[in-house]
T-cell receptor, first 112, second 115 residues
Framework: DQQVKQNSPSLSVQEGRISILNCDYT??????FLWYKKYPAEGPTFLIS?????DKNEDGRFTVFLNKSAKHLSLHIVPSQPGDSAVYFC???????????FGTGTRLTVIP | DTEVTQTPKHLVMGMTNKKSLKCEQH?????MYWYKQKAKKPPELMFV???????INESVPSRFSPECPNSSLLNLHLHALQPEDSALYLC??????????????FGEGSWLTVV
């Protein structure tokens, strides 16, 4: 049973525009959410995270929004750059546990 | 420094071979993980070590045998693997398991091909 879902397998965006990647989860016990970026043949690189006590966290061009009532989070990248082209995984965890539950990933392509 | 180092980067082994994957971190993290990732799929947890003790084994076949010699090192011993075990094997570490806000950092992975 997939507890974290990324319903868009791919997304294409023009350079300089905003990229919005979406993620939904079903387990209300999750209280920490992360985004990872993955290039081919490399391990996932941690990008940004958010605790359930917040609804927004910003780091440079990356902002993550959390809507707990909708069990939804999103990653905004603005402005998008060609080097952002990669697969983005959303992940969730809960206090007291030590596993990350990953979504299936969204492949972002930023077109120059 | 958020570096997790894995060796080898690529490994090709026969089904009767015995080989090992190695992982090292010097961030003082007390939890270390092995994940397996197949193409176009998310990473799947295999094992978790916490304070050098195995705390989770996600029903992994015994042909995969983890070992944690000390808090900085994690090995994965491989024996009698099958071709379907070919995948990217990811090592990861985190400051402590189970804490809220526990970020897991991944290595670059070891590409394993079983022939």
């Amino acid at each position: 049973d997939q507890q974290v879902k990324q319903n868009s397998p791919s997304l294409s965006v023009q350079e300089g525009r905003i990229s919005i990647l979406n993620c939904d989860y079903t387990n209300s016990m999750f209280d920490y959410f992360l985004w990872y970026k993955k290039y081919p043949a490399e391990g996932p690189t941690f990008l940004i995270s958010i605790s359930s006590i917040k609804d927004k966290n910003e780091d440079g061009r990356f902002t993550v929004f959390l809507n707990k009532s909708a069990k939804h989070l999103s990653l905004h990248i603005v402005p998008s750059q060609p080097g952002d082209s990669a697969v983005y995984f959303c992940a969730a965890s809960r206090s007291g546990a030590n596993n990350l539950f990953f979504g299936t990933g969204t492949r972002l392509t930023v077109i120059p | 420094d958020t570096e997790v180092t894995q060796t080898p980067k690529h490994l090709v082994m026969g089904m009767t071979n015995k080989k090992s994957l190695k992982c090292e971190q010097h961030m003082g993290h007390r939890a270390m993980y092995w994940y397996k990732q197949k193409a176009k799929k998310p990473p799947e947890l295999m094992f978790v070590y916490s304070y050098e003790k195995l705390s989770i084994n996600e029903s992994v076949p015994s042909r995969f045998s983890p070992e944690c010699p000390n808090s900085s090192l994690l090995n994965l011993h491989l024996h009698a693997l099958q071709p379907e075990d070919s995948a990217l094997y990811l090592c990861a570490s985190s400051p402590d398991k189970g804490l809220a806000g526990n970020t897991i950092y991944f290595g670059e992975g070891s590409w394993l091909t079983v022939v």
